[in-house]
């Protein structure tokens, strides 16, 4: 025994050592996040409930990818629990003790075999989403580290020693010390910045089992309207960009990505990164899709957007903000908040909107519609039906908010159906008409948050007006707006999708439909019901309830694919290799479904618009008045 103890004091020594070594690096990181701007975190609640959010929400993103899964937990639980316990043997009991030694070791050859996992997908050939760079050595310092720490365990287990004891000791403290090196700038950054950002998330509320997706109101009096450097950030977003692992999930959902339009955002938040630190190294993953290399000064202060800046003012304007990437980063980072914090400030400090949105938002800050149309001909669509107004009524149980769908002329059949159905189950409703504007949803994804917040505050001030017990509206857009961003503003209301309802409805027995069975459908998810509230099962019950065969498309629920129309893309139109929407009805067109069950005028607008689509489109209220009026 006595042969080997000052081993047994340098070993858990060269833990010692690893952890202060990733101290420093860690706090050297820090003081760029230092930069930026300031933000409340609630500290002692978000440590508590670091563990929790680590195992329950990170784990059920990593689930996803089964290999992923299994890889992480051997190497990430193999690596802490080796280090933790080789760490504790300075207590001298532990130190002197064989059978100790022998768990450090079991320890130690667990993050072994992890350590050939994560090698498994980078050697002889790196998996395609995966970023190279110094991710890449990454595996060869985990099985140094482990591969050493395993026999110099075992060594001082078995009570040998001689010339192989410093070279084992060696070969850990190279991989362990080059693992905590890289805590600063390489692939280990993420493992400290991930932890922290879990817990000083800027979106507690994704933890907590709502939908946490609103945009923040912004301040329209501060000295700076968006962001325009890196420091314009706060503090805790510039932690969480840190936290990318560069895994390519994001770039994989993406898509614009997949329809070949200069953007990628796993490329974006490296750049948000690389931006903020001078020194980064170079990015290894897939570019923007053009082949387009980010340019610019880097640096805190440095401009961000720009032709001749890191992020192409394309890149920016091509994200549909359908948050298909935030569904699937498993470092929970919020890539859609970075891009419309980035808008805002080319919208509302440099007025450098793409041309053709120009129009649109002119029209809403005038009209209180992006097409300038009179808001009397909203209804136009009900001609014949009798609209019941809340100019008329006062006080009814639903208000049915028609959103900008109703201009149009194929949106305008849908909502004559949902009327229609309305009345035939009795239902005590009316509308705004010529009084509703728009919700402004088209203006804020843009950017424009003055006109934002001036049509909340109009529409607010117009529903005050009269009293009903909910609004119920088949404009997913306008749901969320309604829901979740104008209680930011005094509106707090009972919002339902046109769906909800419509289940409703059906279960009371208040509308009862035959039997379609002769007719196949697939259900495309609108990602503003979806992914933004969490709503995929009252469209598919109500398909149910009529009968249909219903088979769903292999990107369906949270995980869909967006339609192309959410975001402003329309409007901003930047040109790609492919279309969104023909992208979509092709994997509609998978499943062989004669008929695409829509939920939304923006998907109906863009599904339909596909030339050469093999399946019909037709909303969930259409389908349902059909199998209602079979049976009369």
């Known amino acids: 025994m006595t042969s080997f103890m000052p081993l047994t004091t340098v070993f858990p020594g060269l833990i010692w050592a ?26 002692l609640h978000g440590l508590a409930q670091v563990p929790r959010r680590y195992l329950v929400d990170v784990h059920h993103v990593v689930a996803r990818d089964s290999y992923a899964s299994r890889m992480h937990a051997v190497v ?52 395609k989403r995966l970023s190279a760079g110094r991710f890449q050595i990454l ?3 985990l099985l140094a580290y482990a591969i050493g ?20 000791l060696g070969l850990a403290a190279a991989g362990g010390l080059g693992l905590a090196f890289e805590v600063r700038q390489g692939p280990m950054r993420h493992a400290v910045a991930g932890a922290l950002h879990l817990a000083a998330h800027p979106r507690p509320g994704r933890f907590e089992g709502r939908p946490d997706t609103a945009l923040q109101p912004l301040d329209l009096e501060a000295p700076r309207l968006g962001a325009e450097m890196p420091a314009d950030f706060t503090w805790n977003r510039l932690l969480s960009y840190d936290a990318c692992v560069s895994c390519g999930r994001c770039e994989i959902a993406c898509p614009a990505f997949a329809a070949g339009q200069p953007l990628n955002p796993k490329r974006l938040i490296q750049d948000l990164v690389a931006g903020l630190n001078p020194a980064e190294p170079p990015y290894a993953g897939h570019p923007y899709p053009g082949g387009r290399e980010g340019q610019g000064e880097r640096g805190p202060l440095a401009r961000l957007i720009g032709p001749d800046a890191r992020i192409h003012p394309d890149t920016l304007w091509s994200c549909t903000t359908c948050r298909a990437c935030v569904e699937e980063c498993p470092m929970m980072i919020e890539h859609v908040d970075a891009v419309v914090s980035l808008r805002r400030y080319q919208t509302l400090e440099r007025a450098a909107l793409p041309e053709k949105a120009i129009g649109p ?3 809403l800050r005038q009209a209180g519609d992006p097409g300038g149309r009179p808001l009397a001909a909203r209804t136009d669509f009900a001609a014949g039906l009798d609209l019941p107004l809340m100019a008329d009524k006062a006080h009814v149980d639903v208000l ?30 009316a509308v705004l008409g010529a009084e509703e504007r728009d919700t402004g949803d088209l203006a804020r994804r843009l950017g424009d948050e003055a006109t934002f917040q001036a049509l909340a505050r109009e529409n607010i001030a117009t529903l005050a007006k009269y009293r009903f017990t909910r609004i119920v509206t088949a404009d997913p857009h306008a749901l969320h707006a309604l829901r979740n961003e104008y209680p930011a503003f005094g509106g707090h209301y009972a919002v339902m999708h046109h769906t909800a309802l419509l289940l409703e409805l059906i279960r009371a027995g208040k509308l ?17 019901l979806a992914r933004y509230n969490g709503e995929t099962e009252a469209p598919r019950a109500v398909l149910d309830a009529i009968g249909l065969s219903r088979v769903e498309m292999a990107r369906s629920g949270k995980r869909a694919m967006c339609c ?20 979509r009805m092709a994997q509609a067109a998978e499943t062989g479904a004669g008929i695409v069950a829509v939920a939304c005028p923006s998907c109906t607008a863009m599904l339909e618009g596909v030339t050469d689509r093999k399946a019909e489109v037709r909303d969930v209220a259409e389908l349902l008045l059909q199998a209602v009026e079979a049976g009369r």
């Open 564 to 583: 192309g129309g959410g975001g402003g893309a329309p409007v901003s139109d930047i040109p790609g290799e492919r279309r969104i929407p023909d992208l």
């Open 361 to 363: 938002v002119t029209e």
């Open 76 to 127: 990430a639980g193999g690596l802490l629990a080796a280090s933790l316990l080789t760490a504790l043997a300075i207590l001298p009991p532990l130190a002197g003790s064989r059978a100790y030694w022998l768990l450090v070791a079991i320890a130690f050859a667990v993050t072994a075999a992890g350590s050939i996992l994560v090698g498994a997908r980078r050697y002889p050939a790196k998996q």
């Open 18 to 43: 690893m952890a202060a070594l990733a101290l420093v690096q860690a706090s050297r990181r820090a003081a760029l996040w230092r930069v930026g701007s300031a933000a409340p975190v609630a500290w």
């Open 400 to 429: 049915l908010w028609l959103g900008e769908g109703a201009y149009d002329l194929r949106y305008g059949r849908t909502l004559r159906a949902l009327v229609r159905l309305l009345r035939r189950a009795n239902v005590d409703f």
């Open 139 to 141: 595996p060869f310092l």
């Open 512 to 528: 009862a439909p035959q039997k379609l069975s002769d007719l196949s459908v697939t259900y495309h998810d609108p990602c503003y």
């Open 149 to 168: 720490g395993t026999l110099t365990a075992l060594l001082l287990a078995l009570g040998a020693g001689g010339i192989a004891l410093p070279f084992t």
